[in-house]
């Protein structure tokens, strides 16, 4: 399946072509994994704690930086992909468009020196953890949600290798 990924990198942030790449590896690994068998687009953007702060002020009020922001654009079912997609598909493209994701490199940096698996590891898990959500998956609780989107990220993580 051909996925169609859109990495930007804000003005702070340079390109960097072994992040894209490895954004590009984690996003396809985990649609794949999901039995996403649809073309589809996630638009990624690269920023840090400045920026990620303001996108979280904007959008949902909350005045502080974070690790990763997920906007899907359709309330989907985790673990139940609809069996016919063409109600999701953008007929200027072809594709489905299943959301944005942003990411604070300053943050995933902090966090895989703090947590002492680095920077790789974070990043991807950030990746798959964000793409996961645009898919339906979410974690308010402590409860079955929460424990069904962590065996999700820690398969997927598996088998991109990085584990902790």
């Not at 994994?33 to 400045?50: A, K, M, R, S």
């Not at 609809?82 to 490199?105: A, H």
């Not at 079955?144 to 584990?163: D, F």
Request: glycine residues 8%; aromatic residues 6%; negative net charge.
């Amino acid at each position: 399946m051909i996925y169609k990924i859109r990495i930007s990198f804000d003005k702070k942030q340079p390109a960097n072509l072994g992040l894209s790449l490895h954004l590009r590896r984690c996003i396809t690994q985990a649609l794949r994994f999901q039995g996403v068998d649809v073309p589809c687009e996630i638009n990624v953007l690269v920023t840090d704690n400045q920026g990620i702060r303001a996108i979280n002020a904007a959008s949902r009020q909350i005045d502080q930086a974070t690790d990763v922001l997920s906007f899907p654009m359709f309330s989907l079912t985790p673990g139940q992909l609809p069996e016919d997609w063409s109600d999701y598909v953008d007929p200027e493209t072809g594709r489905v468009p299943l959301g944005d994701m942003c990411i604070s490199l300053e943050r995933a940096m902090e966090q895989g020196r703090e947590f002492g698996h680095g920077v790789k590891r974070e990043i991807g898990y950030l990746t798959v953890h964000s793409v996961l959500h645009l898919l339906g998956y979410d974690h308010l609780d402590d409860g079955p949600m929460k424990r069904q989107m962590r065996r999700q990220e820690e398969t997927i993580m598996a088998q991109l290798l990085l584990t902790r």
